[in-house]
C-alpha cells in the first residue's frame, strides 16, 4: 500500500524517548497539572512504535485506566505514515477525534493532519435535498418543518454530519430520503459530486496522518474495496484497532450475505421516489413494483411470527413447498431490473436501480440455495423486519489473506483480549498467526477499589427455584449499594423476569431496556439518584459511568453464549467435527471476555469504587471456573454478605 510521509518535524515536542513524552516529568506532565504516570502506558507506547518500525503486528491487553488511547496516539503521529484507527464505537471514534486528537495538536503537534470518517448513511446528499426541493414528497407538517431546517443547515455546514442535527428525530424517515448510502449514489456521474460531503470527507482523508474510522465502516470498506461503490478509506499500511474484542462479530457481518423484506421495500420505495422525480415513472412500472411489494410480502410472511434467531438448515424443504413464492419474488425482482432497461432515459441513478434489483435476486438465490460449507444459513425477526443470513463460520482464513498479510503493522488492542492471560483464542479465531504480545497492567487498584461477591448458598442457576432466591439476592444488594447499580442478563426473559419480582422488593427507580432509546436511559442513570437499570448486552461494554452514581454491577449468570443461536451453534459443529473441544476453545474463551467486558463497567477511574456480583456460583464449583477468575483482575473475592457490605460502609 502507498505510504504518506507526515510533515511531523524532529523539533516536535512528541519527539525523543517515551519517557520523554510519558514520564513523571515528560512532555504530558508538563502541561497536564493532575498529570497521572503510568509505568504501562510507557510500555504500551513503546511496544507500539517499536511494531511500527519493525513492521510487526502487536497485541496489547491495556485494563481501563492504562491511558491506552494517548500510548498509541503518539506512536501512530510519529509514525511517518498514514495510520488507521479503527474504533468499536461511535463515541470513541468521536472521543479520539474531538478530545484526545485536538489535546495533542494543540500542545505537541499542530501540523498533524487527522480525519474523521463515518458510513455513507449519517452524511446528507445535495442532490437528493435540491430534488426534493423541486418536487416535495413529505408526510405531514414535521417533514415540512424538518426539510426546512435542513435546507439552512446544508447551506452552512461543511460536513454534511447528521450528528449537527440534534433536534432531527433519530426515528425521522426524512432523512432516509436524502441520506448518501451507497444504495442510492451514483458516484462520480452525480451533477454533485465536487460538492458532495463523502468526496469532501474523502479528500481530507487523502491529506490526513491519521484517519479515525468505526469497525462497521472498516470492514464494509474492506469487503468491498473492489467495488467503485465500495472503497472509501484511501490507502493505507498501518491500522489500530481500538474494543479489538468486535472484531470477529464485525467482520463476520460485513463479508456474509444478507436479504430482508426491508431491503425489497426500500427498493421499492426508491424507485418510485426516483422516477417520480425524474418524471420517468409510467404505469407498467408502477405494476411491476406493485406486484413486487405484493410478492414479497407473500415470500417473507412464510417465515415464523416468533421474534429472534433461527436456523434455515432445512432449506431444501422450504424450496419444495414454497417453490411458487419464492421463484415469483426472484421474478418479479428481474422484471422491475428489465423494466428500468427498457426506460428510453436511463440517468445514473436507473442504473443504480437496475444493479440493486439484480443484486437482490442474487442474494436471496444465495442465501436460499447456496451449498457452501463455510457458512451458516438462518434467519432472524426483529419487529417487522425479516433478515435472512449467509454468515461465515470461521473469518479467520478472510482475515488472515485480507487484513493480516495485507498490511504490515496492525495493533489489536482493548481490555479484554486475553484469556487466562494468554492470546490463543483470539489469535486463533482471527487468523492472526505472528504478533508480538503484552498484557498491561491495569493502574487500578483492584483490590481497595472493589470486591467480587458470588453467593454459594444460591441454587444452580438451571433450577427452578434460581428466580425467586435471586430476586432476594438482587435486593439484599441494592440495599447495600443504595441503589446505583446495573443488573445484567444474557437473555431478555431472564431480564423481564427479574426486573418484574425486584420491582416489588425494593424502593430504587428501576429502568428497564427497551424502555427507552439506550442514550436516553444511560442519561436517565447518570441523572437520577440511586437509580438501576436492568439491561442485556448493549450495556456490558461501551458503557462509561464514572463516580458512585454506578456503585454496583450485578449479573446473573456466566455470559455463555446461547447455544442454540444458529451462529454460535454452527461454530461449535464445525470445531467438534474437526475432533476439538468447542467448550473449552470456544464457549469458555467467548464467556470470560464477556464477563470482564461486564465487570469493566464499574471501576472506570482510581476514585470509583463498588461491588461486582455474580449470581452463578458455577465460577466457583466448576473446574473451568478457575480460567473466569485467573482471567480477572486481582479483586477481593469473597462469598459473605457481610463481607460485602463492610466494604461498602466501611465498618
Known amino acids: 500500500m502507498r505510504k504518506r510521509e507526515t510533515s511531523l518535524t524532529p523539533a516536535s515536542r512528541l519527539a525523543g524517548t517515551m519517557e520523554a513524552v510519558f514520564g513523571a516529568h515528560g512532555a504530558l506532565a508538563k502541561c497536564l497539572p493532575h498529570y497521572e504516570f503510568r ?31 494517548l500510548a498509541y496516539l503518539v506512536p501512530a503521529i510519529r509514525a511517518g505514515r498514514r495510520v488507521v484507527i479503527s474504533t468499536g464505537t461511535k463515541n470513541l471514534q468521536e472521543q479520539l477525534f474531538y478530545k484526545d486528537v485536538p489535546f495533542l495538536r494543540r500542545h505537541f503537534a499542530p501540523e498533524i493532519k487527522v480525519s474523521y470518517m463515518k458510513g455513507r448513511n449519517n452524511f446528507l446528499c445535495r442532490q437528493k435535498l435540491y430534488d426534493l426541493e423541486t418536487q416535495p414528497i413529505l408526510k405531514g407538517l414535521d417533514e415540512v ?61 487523502l491529506e490526513s496522518d491519521i484517519v479515525i474510522v468505526n469497525h ?17 478509506i484511501p490507502e493505507y499500511s498501518a491500522i489500530i484497532f481500538d474494543e479489538a474484542h468486535e472484531i470477529e462479530d464485525v467482520a463476520s457481518r460485513y463479508f456474509g450475505i444478507e436479504a430482508s423484506n426491508y431491503r425489497v421495500e426500500e427498493l421499492v420505495r426508491d424507485t418510485e421516489h426516483t422516477l417520480k422525480l425524474k418524471a420517468l415513472i409510467n404505469e407498467p412500472i408502477l405494476r411491476v413494483l406493485h ?68 443484486e437482490l435476486r442474487d442474494e436471496l438465490e444465495f442465501v436460499l440455495e447456496s451449498k457452501e460449507r463455510n457458512y451458516v444459513y438462518w434467519f432472524e425477526r426483529r419487529g417487522r423486519g425479516i433478515f435472512l443470513q449467509a454468515t461465515p ?72 427455584g434460581f428466580l ?87 449479573i446473573d449468570r456466566l455470559p455463555f453464549a446461547v447455544p442454540s443461536d444458529p451462529v454460535v451453534a454452527a461454530r461449535i459443529r464445525a470445531i467438534a467435527e474437526e475432533g476439538r ?3 473449552v476453545e470456544y464457549q469458555i474463551p ?30 466457583q464449583r466448576m473446574p473451568y471456573g478457575k480460567i473466569f477468575l485467573e482471567s480477572l483482575p486481582d479483586y477481593r473475592v469473597t462469598s459473605h454478605l457481610g463481607d460485602v457490605m463492610k466494604f461498602m460502609h466501611g465498618s
Open 468 to 554: 425467586e432466591r435471586a430476586t432476594a439476592e438482587i435486593a439484599r444488594l441494592l440495599e447495600i449499594s443504595r441503589g446505583r447499580a446495573f443488573v445484567l442478563f444474557t437473555s431478555y426473559q431472564q431480564m423481564n423476569e427479574l426486573y418484574r419480582r425486584v420491582r416489588s422488593e425494593v424502593g430504587f427507580p428501576l429502568l428497564l431496556q427497551g424502555s427507552a432509546p439506550k442514550h436516553r436511559l444511560l442519561e436517565r442513570f447518570r441523572k437520577t439518584p440511586h437509580a438501576v437499570l436492568f439491561a442485556t448486552a448493549s450495556f456490558w461494554q461501551g458503557v462509561d459511568v464514572q463516580g458512585p452514581q454506578l456503585s454496583c454491577v450485578i
Open 145 to 205: 418543518d424538518q426539510l426546512a431546517r435542513i435546507r439552512e443547515w446544508e447551506k452552512e455546514t461543511e460536513t454534511g454530519d447528521r450528528a449537527e442535527l440534534v433536534e432531527l428525530p433519530d426515528e425521522s424517515e426524512l432523512w432516509s430520503k436524502m441520506d448518501a448510502r451507497r444504495d442510492t449514489c451514483t458516484g462520480k456521474k452525480c451533477r454533485q459530486f465536487e460538492r458532495c460531503f463523502l468526496t469532501l470527507m474523502h479528500r481530507r482523508a
Open 216 to 232: 462497521h465502516l472498516f470492514f464494509a470498506d474492506l469487503a468491498v474495496r473492489q467495488d467503485d461503490f465500495g472503497g472509501i
Open 590 to 619: 467467548e464467556a470470560v471476555l464477556a464477563l470482564k467486558q461486564g465487570f469493566g463497567r464499574l471501576i472506570r477511574a482510581q476514585t470509583d469504587r463498588g461491588i461486582l456480583a455474580v449470581l452463578d456460583n458455577r465460577i
Open 39 to 69: 509505568r504501562s502506558q510507557i510500555e504500551m507506547a513503546e511496544a507500539i512504535e517499536e511494531a511500527f518500525q519493525k513492521k510487526q503486528h502487536i497485541i496489547a491487553e491495556a485494563g481501563t485506566g492504562t491511558g491506552k488511547t
Open 291 to 358: 406486484t413486487l411489494r405484493d410478492r414479497s410480502r407473500a415470500f417473507f410472511d412464510l417465515f415464523p411470527d416468533k421474534e429472534g434467531r433461527f436456523a434455515f438448515e432445512e432449506r431444501d424443504d422450504f424450496l419444495d413447498r414454497h417453490h411458487d413464492p419464492y421463484h415469483s419474488l426472484g421474478h418479479s425482482l428481474q422484471r422491475l431490473a428489465t423494466e428500468l432497461a427498457g426506460l428510453s432515459e436511463k440517468p445514473e441513478e436507473v442504473f443504480r436501480l437496475i444493479e440493486r434489483a439484480r
Open 393 to 464: 463460520i470461521d473469518v479467520s482464513e478472510i482475515l488472515r489473506e485480507r487484513l493480516f498479510e495485507k498490511f504490515d503493522t496492525i495493533l489489536l488492542t482493548s481490555a479484554t483480549l486475553a484469556v487466562g492471560g494468554r492470546f490463543d483464542f483470539l489469535k486463533s479465531r482471527l487468523g492472526l498467526r505472528f504478533a508480538k504480545e503484552h498484557v498491561l497492567p491495569s493502574h487500578f487498584d483492584f483490590r481497595r477499589q472493589a470486591i467480587l461477591y458470588v453467593p454459594s448458598e444460591l441454587p444452580d442457576v438451571r433450577h427452578p
Open 581 to 583: 473441544n468447542a467448550f
